[in-house]
């Protein structure tokens, strides 16, 4: 029973303390009056002679994998450059995550990151220690998709027959076809 009794108040003594940190926080970027948000345009298509740029930043180490086309290494969230993987709540996102492990497992990986980010996230060209694009791997195995306005290309020709059928969301989303916050 005193067991017990310590027990509610130490709970009620987290509440108050945590009640008192909020509202010693300063106000969240919501609540405080900012500049009206001005819609950015489209970044133009790439032309089919562009060059993938040489960067000197990389990133090395092994990797967590949050979905079939985001990795993490040393606590920066990557997006491989160029590809578009079915998300988790997706047809095939699950067996696209499992094959990303897969690949990564164990390993060593080298992100050579692009200048741009998208959705906080740093956009870079992943490496196997054996020489091997991540993102080339996935397309290969029919669990992800080029991403032309992105990519140029780059990974048309691995994709099997087919797979824009199989990953019908993905290709509707690059179409600018599927709206992922009216269905899900």
Not at 59 to 86: E, M, Y
Request: charged share 30%; glycine share 6%; proline share 8%.
């Amino acid at each position: 029973m005193e067991v017990i009794a310590a027990l509610l108040v130490l709970a009620a003594l987290i509440i108050a303390v945590k009640s008192l940190a909020k509202s010693d926080a300063p106000p969240r970027a919501e609540e405080t009056k900012s500049a009206p948000k001005v819609a950015r345009r489209p970044a133009p298509p790439r032309p089919s002679s562009y060059v993938e740029p040489k960067t000197a930043r990389s990133l090395k180490g092994k990797c967590w994998v949050i979905d079939g086309d985001t990795i993490v290494i040393d606590k920066v969230h990557v997006r491989l450059a160029g590809i578009d993987a079915p998300e988790l709540n997706h047809p095939w996102g699950r067996n696209s995550r499992s094959a990303m492990i897969r690949l990564c497992k164990g390993q060593i990986i080298t992100a050579e990151l692009h200048p741009e980010s998208t959705y906080d996230r740093a956009v870079a060209t992943c490496y196997l220690p054996d020489g091997r694009d991540l993102a080339a791997e996935l397309v290969r195995q029919g669990l992800a998709i080029d991403w032309p306005k992105f990519s140029g290309g780059r990974y048309k020709h691995l994709e099997p027959e087919g797979i824009r059928k199989k990953l019908w969301r993905a290709d509707a989303k690059q179409k600018g076809r599927y709206d992922e916050r009216r269905h899900g």
